[in-house]
């Protein structure tokens, strides 16, 4: 019985391991002014993850102001066509967002919770959730189903921050594999580098 046990936990742990590879199992899909892009399949999803990593040259409270400036955020976040904040809670808030998308494909919109957290090395994350049902849905607009995520500052020395910035998406409804593996791609580097532009003026 105590072998079939050990057995079955080696076999528990390697399917776990195995898992945990599948999800950090990031490949480089651009790395152009600064900013690395990397792609990782996401077990029982046909919507890669994306993450975008780079040093900005700034000061954190600059770098917190402009995201917590949730209307102003839609200027750089890629394809964001407007962004409110509906309620905001302590270390919560969550905001509505209306996304452009390419004809014939219907726009997308979705509603998010984040959660921020400052870490004791001075690093702040914004936790991204989808919460899909908190809104009532939009006429013309397809609610973005999931959204797992968040956003990682990592202070790097005199006021250079290291920015990551890591999602996965279920956009709901239907999204032509052309698009799917073009957003991916685009939505990090053009948020990055919009928010770098930004940050470091």
Known sequence: MGSLHRMAMCCGLTVLLAATAQAEDWKTAKDEDGIKISLSEVAGSQYKAYRGVTVIKTSMDKLRGLQEDVAGACAWIHECKSQKLLKHEGAQSW?????????????????????????????????????????????????????????????????????????????????????????????????LKALKERAEK
Do not use: C, M
């Not at 726009?107 to 914004?126: F, K």
């Not at 908190?134 to 995520?149: C, D, I, N, S």
């Not at 073009?182 to 948020?191: L, M």
């Open 95 to 191: 905001t509505y967002t209306q996304f452009n998308t390419p004809w014939p494909v219907t726009p997308r919109d979705s509603v998010t919770q984040i959660t921020t957290e400052q870490g004791a090395d001075g690093s702040l994350t914004r936790t991204l959730k989808g919460v899909p049902t908190y809104l009532p849905e939009e006429k013309g607009f397809v609610r973005v189903a999931q959204v797992e995520g968040f956003w990682k500052f990592v202070p790097k020395g005199a006021d250079q921050i290291e920015v990551t910035y890591q999602v996965h998406t279920e956009p709901g409804g239907s999204v032509p594999s052309w698009l799917a593996n073009k957003f991916v791609v685009e939505a990090p580097f053009n948020t």
